[in-house]
């Protein structure tokens, strides 16, 4: 197969910024957020899209595009269907890898660690702070389901459009939101000649309490 440029070929330097240990904030979630907001300032296009990563419960990995949805120092939040192929991952293996790449910054985060699912009350308030269509939405897809045309959606659609009406449109119990709740993040930092600089914030237990322990890796 020709292409206008071997793939091999494809490459760039990275030199925009540098990440040292010197700088670097002591606790990651406060080192994520300097960073989440220079993405935001830097107006990357869905700045909040992430890779997903799971594991069947076959054992087979499996990734897909989520959107961050909130975070604090309990952990990072994505909405899904409680019934869908990453919802039947994370109740056979409770663990995910999220990883964030900026291209625009030179920077990728990977954040790994346990799931849960957030409250109830958190998922009813996201949800009813979505557009109407995405409530409707959120029950005319039986999410990762073989569908024989897309008229199953758009049937669905219309059922449940005229079932809810005008009126509040309840939140459905096969959905709702997960938190990651991390034990290690590594950010990255593109540096020129591939010598890249890398963060990895590990949480661990010691005599004098729980800590994040800091290190770096060779790129």
């Given at each position: 197969m020709s292409s206008l440029q071997p793939i091999s070929d494809i490459r760039k330097e990275y030199k925009l910024k540098e990440l040292s240990d010197v700088v670097a904030l002591p606790d990651p979630i406060r080192q994520f957020d300097l960073w989440w907001n220079e993405a935001l300032?830097?107006?990357i296009d869905e700045a909040n899209a992430m890779t997903l990563a799971t594991v069947s419960p076959e054992g087979l990995p499996d990734g897909r595009i989520v959107l961050l949805k909130g975070y604090?120092?309990?952990g990072f939040v994505f909405f899904s269907n409680y019934e869908s192929a990453k919802g039947k991952d994370l109740a056979a293996h409770p663990q995910a890898c999220l990883v964030f790449f900026w291209k625009e910054l030179?920077?990728?985060?990977r954040i790994s660690g346990h799931v849960e699912r957030v409250s109830p009350e958190?998922?009813?308030?996201?949800?009813?702070?979505?557009?109407?269509?995405s409530q409707i939405g959120a029950w005319a897809s039986p999410q990762s389901q073989v569908i024989w045309s897309r008229q199953v959606l758009e049937e669905n659609v219309r059922e449940y459009t005229e079932r809810f009406g005008e009126g509040v449109i309840p939140r459905p119990?096969?959905?709702?939101g997960y938190r990651v709740v991390?034990?290690?993040?590594?950010?990255?930092?593109?540096?020129?000649?591939?010598l890249h600089d890398r963060l990895l914030y590990t949480y661990q237990e010691g005599p004098s309490g729980p800590?994040?322990?800091i290190q770096r890796l060779a790129p």
């Open positions: 300032s830097s107006h604090d120092a309990k030179e920077r990728q985060v958190e998922s009813d308030a996201y949800y009813h702070s979505r557009p109407a269509g119990p096969h959905w709702g991390p034990g290690a993040l590594e950010f990255w930092q593109g540096r020129p000649s591939r800590h994040w322990a």
